[in-house]
């Protein structure tokens, strides 16, 4: 017979990976209380709760604003699968994995994904997106939707949205937009995006910036969005993500659909209530300052961005693996020896870069100290060394 394992003890990790980030422990302990019922009046209140807060973070009055039970990726399913029908032409930017995962989606369910493609490490020349939406109208098949991903996690760039969501407009399709990383983190205006246009539709990860625990997707909706949802000829292929439905489960209807990680959601009302004491700017200000101390204490080390300046994600940091230097052995003294957890590359940076992410209760100061002087001893031993690749 096999023992049961004893309790689970976690060790005290410093997450600084592109997520999850560490949870404030008034978060764990909102999370920690007794549940609910799901459809009880006051559990309900916490979902109001929700709401409204989501919308204060999001900057929008977007009556459909709920949290999706599921993590960043259920929030990019809902918003793709609730838009696109079998068919339409949607322009997907892709500019690292997420906005690859996005056209995936789109093709299967049953879309035609028109990407916008630039190297990794770039941003989305908004002209592109433009030349793109001109060459499906003169084809006489428009696009429905442009998606994006505003915080790209895989390569540390911060996509500008501005003039996408007006041309996007112009051309009569809606604007998607992921903002799994970027929302409390960086600054976000869904309604006064484009100039007061407005974002149609966003969705982000309770697990980033926001600093709740992995398990809820918001998500945000315009009227532009629901009128395309209005529209649709069949409803959604996914019950379990047609907004819809879940509009009638959040709201005040309260009509069942499925049960509510009550606990999750308890998490994030405290950890969105963090976020709005704090301040939705002075939080934007804290990640810029974390960023700026890491910049100038890695330029000390000889480490290098990937990014230009100018397109610099703050609180995703990807930072050029130097040449002879083993990225997972780092990767593995930091984690073992400095419980410090960072990411690696991803596709084809795999191996080129570390991903140092500085998010929610992990954007601290003391948190990107303790990084810097573990990299300071790591990268002068010489065990890490292996002989420079040859090109
Ligand atoms: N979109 C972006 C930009 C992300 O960074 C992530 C996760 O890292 C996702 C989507 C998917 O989120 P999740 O891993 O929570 O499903």
Redesign the pocket.
């Known amino acids: 017979m096999t023992a049961t394992p004893g309790p689970f003890s976690p060790p005290a990790r410093i997450l600084l990976g592109?997520?999850p980030a560490m949870v404030d422990p008034r978060v764990l302990q909102a999370m920690a209380q007794t549940p609910l019922g799901h459809l009880d009046p006051t559990f309900h209140g916490v979902m109001q709760d929700v709401r409204a807060m989501l919308r204060q973070a999001f900057r929008t009055s977007n009556p459909l604003t709920l949290a999706i039970s599921?993590?960043?990726?259920?929030?990019?399913e809902a918003a793709i699968a609730n838009v696109v029908q079998p068919a339409d032409r949607i322009v997907v930017c892709v500019a690292g994995y997420?906005g690859a995962?996005m056209a995936e989606m789109v093709r299967r369910l049953g879309g035609e994904a028109i990407l916008v493609e630039v190297p990794w490490g770039e941003v989305v020349p908004a002209e592109r997106v433009e030349e793109t939406l001109d060459s499906a109208r003169r084809s006489g098949a428009p696009a429905r939707a442009v998606c994006l991903?505003h915080?790209?996690?895989?390569t540390g760039v911060l996509q500008p949205l501005d003039d996408i969501v007006r041309l996007t407009h112009a051309h009569g399709a809606i604007v998607v937009v992921?903002a799994?990383?970027s929302l409390g983190g960086v600054a976000l205006d869904v309604d006064g995006a484009g100039g007061g246009e407005g974002i149609d539709l966003s969705y982000s990860?309770a697990?980033?910036c926001l600093g709740a625990p992995?398990g809820l997707?918001p998500l945000t909706a315009g009227a532009r969005a629901l009128a395309v949802m209005e529209g649709r000829r069949t409803p959604p292929v996914s019950f379990n993500l047609d907004l819809a439905l879940l509009e009638r489960y959040w709201g005040r209807e309260r009509a069942y659909h499925h049960t509510a990680p009550i606990n999750s959601v308890y998490a994030l009302r405290e950890a969105l209530r963090l976020a709005i004491d704090e301040g939705l700017d002075a939080r934007v200000a804290r990640h810029r300052r974390v960023h700026d101390q890491l910049r100038s204490g890695v330029a000390g080390l000889g480490l290098e961005f990937l990014v230009d300046e100018r397109w610099r994600l703050p609180v995703l940091n990807a930072l050029k693996v130097p040449d002879g230097v083993d990225d997972g052995a780092v990767r593995g003294r930091l984690l073992e020896e400095h419980n410090i957890e960072i990411g690696g590359g991803l596709g084809p940076l795999a191996g080129r870069i570390w991903r140092v992410g500085l998010m929610g209760y992990s954007a601290r100061e003391e948190n990107v100290a303790r990084f810097l002087t573990a990299m300071r001893i790591i990268l002068g031993a010489p065990r890490m060394s292996r002989p420079p690749r040859r090109t």
Do not use: Y
């Not at 993590?71 to 990019?76: E, F, P, Q, S, W």
């Not at 915080?151 to 895989?154: I, N």
């Open positions: 592109p997520g599921g993590t960043g990726t259920a929030g990019m997420f995962r991903v915080a790209e996690t895989s992921d799994v990383t990860g697990q980033k992995p997707a």
